[in-house]
């Protein structure tokens, strides 16, 4: 006798497996955006006030390698001919010694391009054609160098910077931005998105805009929450700079490594007052990426090929990752530009933490 199978298209009853497998990969997407413990906490405030700093002391080990600082060379003799002299085209650096040139030359190639070498900005036939883009762009990032441990010793103190804080060994800095186009597609029945709610990390994946930084790093507009005049007399922070202003927070926030109260006192975001004094090294920092990148990124516009620009047509710029990249301090506060004081005005601030004898 022949078996008859249900073949019904109609619903199916849920099981007790069925629920639970539903269950199951519920939890899976809600708890994929948490961090399973333990996890750390450093106070450093009073305790109740919510001043501290949370870690997970996995991502910390997991990024270790990326802060390690490479052994630099003995320094070279300081006699002799200067580079300038000997060597033809030599626009930047020309006051050192030829071994001191050497030195610094060879340091940045492994710190850039370890694997193309020399010929990554020199031509072979001809080390002074300046033909290649790239030797145009590293000249004037090595006079962006000296500005920032000449200029911005309010951000980055004495532990200057080099170009392996950004580079790490990689052609392009691994975090960098150029502008976004806030309506790729155009004036559609969805309105005005203003650069937001898109899955974009920026904004860590949240529904602010994407781009705080044409606006704030870039542009000089004010960054702010709430007003500080009553309405209407003159209020101009709307809810969209508030939101703006929140993802560049956002960004900071996830750039090193670090959460809110690192810089603010939780007693009042907005007021100065009671702050830890990382607020005021932050408040440098966003105006040395400004600088930056008004004065010497923007200005390479023409020297940049088409295929290095952005949807836009602008270069590559710099936020507070470009540097940082997840740590509270660049390479963990290693003064590798200690080793290299060529590369800006650290032999003036060494000079003067000498102790007096």
């Known amino acids: 006798m022949k078996q008859h199978h249900h073949t019904s298209s109609g619903p199916r009853p849920i099981t007790l497996s069925l629920l639970k497998g539903l269950t ?45 600082v490479p052994v630099a060379e003995p320094q070279a003799d300081d006699s002799g001919p200067k580079a300038s002299a000997v060597y033809q085209n030599v626009k ?81 800095p691994s975090d960098i931005w150029t502008k976004l186009n806030p309506q790729p597609y155009g004036a559609n029945f969805m309105g005005d998105k203003a650069g937001q709610n898109e899955p974009n990390p920026v904004a860590n994946l949240s529904s602010l805009p994407v781009d705080p930084f044409t606006p704030f790093l870039l542009g000089n507009e004010p960054i702010r929450v709430n007003g500080n005049t009553a309405l209407p007399s ?5 809810i969209k700079q508030a939101e703006a202003t929140y993802s560049l927070m956002t960004h900071i926030s996830t750039s090193l490594g670090v959460n809110c109260t690192y810089c603010h006192n939780t007693q009042s975001f907005s007021n100065w007052k009671g702050n830890p004094p990382q607020r005021l090294t932050a408040w440098y920092g966003i105006r040395m990426a400004r600088d930056l990148n008004v004065n010497y990124m923007e200005t390479l516009v023409e ?9 836009l047509g602008d270069v590559a710029k710099l936020n507070c990752a470009t540097c940082h990249q997840g740590a509270y301090k660049p390479l963990n506060g290693a003064p590798m530009a200690q080793d290299f004081t060529e590369l800006g005005g650290l032999a003036k601030v060494l000079a003067a933490n000498v102790p007096k004898q």
Request: proline share 4%; aromatic share 6%.
């Open 234 to 238: 003159g209020n101009r922070q709307s």
């Open 92 to 172: 930047v650096l020309g006051d050192l010694s030829v071994g001191k040139f050497t030195r610094v030359m060879v340091a940045m190639t492994s710190w850039v391009a370890p694997k193309e070498g020399c010929v990554h900005c020199h031509n072979p036939a001809n080390f002074a054609d300046d033909s290649k883009y790239t030797k145009v762009v590293s000249r004037k990032m090595i006079e962006m160098t000296q500005h920032i441990n000449q200029d911005w010793q309010q951000h980055v103190g004495s532990t200057g910077v080099t170009c392996y804080t950004c580079h790490r060994g990689q052609n392009v």
């Open 24 to 68: 199951l990969a519920v939890a899976v997407t809600v708890l994929a955006g948490c961090e399973r413990p333990p996890m750390e906490s450093v106070q450093h405030g009073y305790r109740g006030t919510g001043m501290v700093q949370v870690y997970n002391p996995r991502t910390v080990e997991a990024a270790a390698d990326k802060h390690v």
């Open 303 to 311: 020297a940049f090929p088409a295929h290095r620009k952005g949807a």
